[in-house]
């Protein structure tokens, strides 16, 4: 068992009043909270061993680049990765899927198919258009059953020899899916086609193997995994990101420029231009650790807890209607009420101090799914407690009553 | 017809009797929950301002620089303040809208609804109607 | 007068002994150190605040979100651009350069041609290279002359209306040259083309009125001006910020999103796909407080002073040979030793507590042209003085000694 | 010729004698200033391994399975630590090579040179002296 009240006290935020109730923080899809430990790697950065990375022979500098790649090898140990070359800092997962979609704009050409998702995120679809706009490529949409799994028979379906790459999300940050990604991969892998993970909201939640899996890319972000903002990470096998053109143009990623022919440096300093968000990145380590330390399985399973728990109280508001019943599901709880407008709700839950995530959460295509405007939405970290799912359910029902 | 500088004064004295949060709301629902503020055939797209939450329908109409507004949202909250918006500067002169100074939001304390985030389309409301007094005002 | 003793009191980093002596920290060019006023405005932040920014509808959420905003505006002030949504926040110089050069991708062709100098950073001629690459375009360059300047006669006959863009620096990185951007932007417009300059190394030195200059794009980063890691602006002018195409796909920098049609949120969010860095950008509002409260003529003032100082002091030194004489510098001393390897200096003065950088400066074409491997570099930041100044000469000494 | 494990015990005693970082530097200055330890006609470009500020030569002779390496450098302090490097690399068995902890670079404090940072070349150096190695341990 864990003790839910320790790790509280680690997490300075959540011990404050919000419109005068104590605040109840259910916005951890969005972004989580950082524990001590994290906010107190950035500050410790700044005031002993700031300096810039990889060039400088100076102490300072040598001190912040070995902690910036003892980073680099935590992630590589978080997502067991081959390589710590193969570990690619970004500013988010968004940054990460841009870099993969911009460099598939010179390797795709008309006739080729991209397959995503009905569920995805608008960072996991947006990039993808604007690559099939330049490449000439199709994308193709794997539609989604109406409790929110995905169409499987359909990806199947979908899948030919014309499937160059396939890029969908692992745990949906609408629905709480959690899709079948060994699945997807091998049924990928089967057409020769690579396959590119969103695990924006999977990392937080589950262990991700990267070789267990044979994934080609996968992308997240390490301030809803309890670290800082701006930072992201691209994992992609070695050889793939060695066919993958550069991304970005500048310092770090060359080995050498002229006005004749500049060359690329070798992975990942090849997609690393410019002066990267060091202090994040260092500190990140920090909230990798806090992870492991508790055990990814542990959070999981508390998670889960909540899930149910916050399922079954739901039910007992009149007019509930899930948005989101997938067989797997993580980390979350979307839902509408008959009659009300999920922003008025969430107005109305802020006031009582409450915060939870109204709206289409990046994924209208899903909102147009189910034809609503948007859903309310509930996501959960190992900080959260019965109790607040409890003010929570409270809250909701006296909002009921104001607006009904 | 009161001036804007006027109705925000009374605004603010009406807010002042609410003791809390909730009567506030349970107020500016009821405002919400109020007939339909626009002619159904000025609710279309090119009328819609979107939030990225809720989503508001704004309708103007110039009757010789006295500007009259007419408005709905799809949420009951934002309907309620879209019609304390339109109470303020509807039916007033042109260059009176264009250059009020809202300063009763603040005061009543729904500040957080005109916000930054883009959340319920208010912000961008207002801006559209200071916009529209604006070309107008010179005329 | 400043009182730097009362400044550097409150730059926590300063106050550390490595290698057993006191540190001196001349490697500012690189990125400066950071106050105790920031470090904590990010403590603050992930302590009070935190949350993900403009479609919460909770407390947090519009705090954060009306706190980065308030960074937005507080930019807005610190260059004179005309409206807040011409600022875009990036990840630095680089991303806001990148930004750029990609966007022109598909709006230059064949026979268009970009002028960029021989004194760029690699972050200002590989985005170039690259857009070159895909447009067609050709990429032109002003040569400099031998003290440092760039040679304005040249410049004006690459002019033609077939250029599109010119890409120039503010200040040179190695060498400390003050541009006569005014000049360059005048000439520019003359043509009818567009400008971008890179002020990575102006805007912690010296005042910056993008509208003063009627310059078309400026960039810089929050690190080299006691700001965070991980945060850069891109100025641009409405009108051509609207003209641009948008750079990363991805949640926030959209309007709509559907399979069949995306459409493109206005400026300042098309340039803002994906959770930026929040904390970054709050906590370099409190570096902008920090500077415009000094006044960056103050600044400039005492760095000049310290260029002055340690000018004259390394001419003491045998067989000093100064890269970089232009007429107006900024903030730095670029030199090498007869005979010494740069990074032989660096080693040694490492040792003894010195922080300067060596090497290209990520400016290899300026390497090419002065035909050295590398320089030594000095470059100074409000907190420096020159008894620091003198401490590194006379580790210069003892290095030339040992390596005689 | 001792073997990797003697050799490197040898160096820490060595610089177990040096009182501080002058002493030793100045011996690793005079090792860099030695005489070329490679022969000109390997001093080519597809032998020159490219830190952001020096450069290193390295070339590789196999003769029957020992290995001997000869390098330079263009900064001295590198070249000097290039000689360390080569006196316990050079003309030992490909397996032994191969297999080799260097502990000895963080005992006797030169841990710095072999830092992360692309500055100098010899973490690269060290990795091509072992990837050698190991194509011709097996063979
Ligand atoms: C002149 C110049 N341009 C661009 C850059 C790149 O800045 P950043 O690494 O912050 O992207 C630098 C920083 O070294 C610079 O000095
Ligand atoms: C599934 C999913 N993908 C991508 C993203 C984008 O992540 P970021 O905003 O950190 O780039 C998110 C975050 O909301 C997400 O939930």
């Given amino acids: 068992m864990i003790d839910v009240g320790k790790i509280r006290a680690q997490f300075p935020l959540l011990h404050q009043k919000v419109n005068g109730e104590n605040l109840v923080y259910f916005d951890n899809g969005a972004s989580t909270q950082k524990p001590q430990v994290v906010i107190d790697a950035i500050a410790q950065y700044y005031s002993n061993n700031n300096a810039n990375i990889h060039r400088g022979v100076h102490y300072l500098s040598q001190k912040a680049t070995d902690k910036f790649e003892e980073t680099r090898d935590t992630v590589q140990a978080f997502i067991n990765a081959n390589k710590s070359c193969e570990i690619i ?13 911009n460099g598939y704009r010179s390797m795709l050409n008309k006739g080729d198919d991209i397959i995503i998702s009905e569920m995805e995120h608008h960072s996991n679809i947006v990039p993808w258009q604007m690559c099939c706009e330049v490449s000439g490529a199709t994308l193709k949409v794997i539609p989604i059953l109406d409790n929110g799994d995905l169409d499987m028979d359909a990806f199947e379906n979908l899948l030919s020899e014309k499937t160059k790459l396939v890029a ?7 629905l709480g899916t959690i899709n079948p990604v060994e699945k997807l991969i091998t049924l990928t892998h089967k057409v020769g086609a690579k396959i590119l993970i969103d695990g924006a909201q999977a990392t937080p939640h589950t262990l991700v193997d990267v070789q267990g899996l044979d994934v080609d890319f996968y992308c997240f972000s390490a301030h809803k995994m309890y670290g800082p903002t701006g930072v992201g990470v691209l994992y992609g096998k070695e050889a793939l990101l060695n066919e993958l053109p550069p ?5 770090e990623m060359i080995k050498e420029v002229s006005f004749e022919k500049t060359t690329y440096a070798d992975l990942p300093h090849k997609f690393e231009a410019g002066t990267p968000n060091i202090a994040g990145v260092i500190a990140f380590k920090a909230a990798m650790d806090f992870i ?9 399973k508390h998670e889960d807890t909540l899930v149910q728990y916050a399922t079954k109280q739901l039910l007992t508001i009149s007019g509930m209607q899930f948005i989101g019943e997938a067989k797997k599901r993580a980390a979350l709880v979307s839902f509408n009420i008959e009659g009300l407008h999920p922003y008025d709700i969430g107005v109305l839950l802020d006031k009582m101090g409450i915060a939870i995530r109204t709206g289409h959460h990046c994924a209208q295509p899903i909102m147009e799914h189910y034809k609503v405007s948007g859903t309310a939405r509930m996501s959960f970290a190992i900080y959260n407690t019965k109790e607040e799912i409890d003010s929570c359910i409270t809250a909701i029902k006296k909002a009921q009553t104001m607006l009904a | 017809m009161g001036t804007i500088v006027a109705i925000q004064a009374e605004l603010v004295e009406e807010f002042d009797m609410f003791e809390d949060w909730m009567e506030k709301y349970e107020y500016i629902i009821d405002l919400g929950k109020s007939l339909p503020m626009i002619d159904d055939k000025h609710k279309i797209e090119d009328n819609l301002i979107k939030g990225c939450q809720s989503r508001v329908w704004l309708h103007a109409d110039n009757d010789n620089g006295i500007i009259t507004y007419t408005a709905d949202s799809d949420a009951i909250i934002t309907k309620g303040i879209v019609a304390i918006l339109i109470r303020v500067l509807s039916k007033q002169k042109a260059a009176e809208i264009a250059k009020a100074d809202l300063v009763f939001i603040d005061k009543i304390g729904l500040k957080e609804q005109l916000s930054q985030t883009r959340a319920n389309g208010l912000l961008s409301m207002v801006k559209e109607m200071k916009l529209y007094a604006l070309a107008l005002k010179d005329r």
Same sequence: chains 1, 3.
Avoid at chain 1, 247 to 251: A, E, L, N
Wanted: aromatic fraction near 6%; avoid cysteine; glycine fraction near 14%.
């Fill in chain 1, 292 to 300: 492991t330390d508790l055990g990814i399985s542990t959070i999981a």
């Fill in chain 1, 89 to 101: 800092f970004t500013k988010g997962t968004t940054d990460s899927i841009n870099l993969v979609a």
């Fill in chain 1, 168 to 174: 969908v999300t692992h745990i949906s940050n609408a």
């Fill in chain 1, 247 to 251: 991304y970005q143009g500048g310092g």
